[in-house]
């Protein structure tokens, strides 16, 4: 079984910072697929945020392109986010997603979501 466990989310002020994590565990054979962050709003449907492939090549959204870096240990099986700049608009459900290979093959995993609130 593989689990995704965010960390991280929380209420901060507009033009703040917050990092999240993703940590990947379990009957793990390789974790060097793709990894990214999603989010939903509410009323929304899920976005993508940003990507980042196995050797590290990244997509990001055109909304968080400049102030949102992902990245990735492949040693710790955890993917981050470190969001700068934070604005209002950013708050949302933040998912992480990982392509996996595990006793099942590979697939998809979602974690299971951390709430990001940006308020003054």
């Known amino acids: 079984q593989v689990q995704l466990v965010e960390s991280g989310g929380g209420l901060v002020q507009p033009g703040r910072s917050l990092r999240l994590s993703c940590a990947a565990s379990?009957?793990?054979?390789?974790?060097?697929?793709?990894m990214g962050w999603y989010r939903q709003a509410p009323g929304k449907e899920r976005e993508l945020v940003a990507t980042?492939?196995?050797?590290?090549?990244?997509n990001y959204a055109t909304s968080v392109k400049g102030r949102f870096t992902i990245s990735r240990d492949n040693f710790k099986k955890t993917v981050y986010l470190q969001m700068n700049s934070l604005k209002p608009e950013d708050t949302a459900v933040y998912y992480c997603?990982?392509?996996?290979?595990?006793?099942?093959?590979?697939?998809?995993?979602w974690g299971q979501g951390t709430q990001v609130t940006v308020s003054s």
């Open positions: 997603n990982a392509r996996i290979s595990s006793t099942t093959g590979w697939r998809d995993y």
């Open positions: 379990g009957s793990i054979f390789s974790i060097l697929g793709a």
């Open positions: 980042i492939t196995g050797v590290g090549n990244t």
